[in-house]
């Protein structure tokens, strides 16, 4: 792929791909390809979805559209070989979690896909994209149960700082813009709507009582781990990725902003 035509986005926008579409193609070349890239998804978090899409649902039975969408991913970073995450000292120790499900993506089984990120002193440090389990009823439902997975990584962050001397007091910030989650969260009443996720709701609500979590709305475009639920347009792309903290070191005017960084990945 060394003289292919770069792609600005690893999938196209609103990207649907199905089990049974097209002819098989060669299983073993499919999954050394795809776990090369799941390795290298852990430095960039801008090709997340698309390799969860193309690794978690079509490894067993790969077809030749599923090989395209690979070969897509591939031409994406044919034009951001450079790109990674920059890790910097921002002044604080601060933990923040973003989160966002999206309700019903696939077309097959109408399962939401879960997505979230850890920020640590303002620093990426942990993140996921992957399809929920069970068929959510709702978005207020889907949003719920990805906020659970998320509070369970924040305790977990929180827990290693402790271990580490490096844990800050202040209540974790989980960033959302789902009203109806937040509202669940806080809300002591339960309700028809809650029955079917009632542990999830004493759980998250435990941990806000213990003063540990600290649920915040923010809009929809500033929500980070939008990133990791779907395909997006190059110009959206390129917001979240700034947002995340990756750069590209092959680009002029990033040059001199890589003198005294501590790492790059």
């Known amino acids: 792929m060394l003289g292919c035509k770069p792609a600005n986005t690893p999938l196209e926008p609103n990207t649907h791909l199905k089990g049974q579409e097209g002819d098989p193609v060669d299983k073993g070349s499919y999954q050394r390809l795809v776990g090369r890239l799941i390795y290298l998804s852990h430095t960039r978090p801008d090709i997340t979805f698309a390799v969860s899409m193309v690794s978690h649902q079509f490894l067993a039975t790969p077809k030749i ?12 970073l044919k034009g951001n070989p450079g790109r ?11 933990v923040e979690g973003f989160f966002y499900a999206d309700w019903a993506r696939f077309p097959a089984d109408r399962r939401s896909t879960t997505g979230y990120c850890v920020f640590v002193g303002g ?3 942990s993140l996921k994209s992957k399809k929920q389990p069970v068929v959510a009823r709702s978005s207020a439902e889907s949003e719920y149960r990805a906020m659970t997975h998320t509070i369970c990584e924040l305790m977990w962050v929180r827990q290693l700082l402790t271990e580490m001397g490096f844990a800050d007091a202040s209540p974790m910030q989980l960033r959302c813009d789902n009203q109806a989650a937040i509202h669940i969260a806080s809300n002591s009443v339960f309700h028809e709507r809650t029955k079917h996720i009632e542990v999830d709701c004493h759980f998250v609500r435990e941990k806000i009582q213990q003063g540990l979590i600290s649920t915040c709305h923010v809009k929809t475009r500033e929500l980070l781990a939008d990133i990791f639920t779907k395909s997006h347009e190059n110009e959206r792309m390129q917001y979240l990725c700034n947002k995340l903290g990756m750069i590209d070191i092959y680009t002029p005017t990033r040059g001199r902003v890589l003198e005294g960084l501590c790492l790059y990945y």
């Open 84 to 94: 990674g995450l920059v890790y910097r000292d921002y002044g604080h120790r601060r």
């Open 65 to 76: 559209t599923h090989w395209y969408a690979v070969i897509r991913i591939l031409r994406y």
């Open 123 to 125: 620093n990426l440090v």
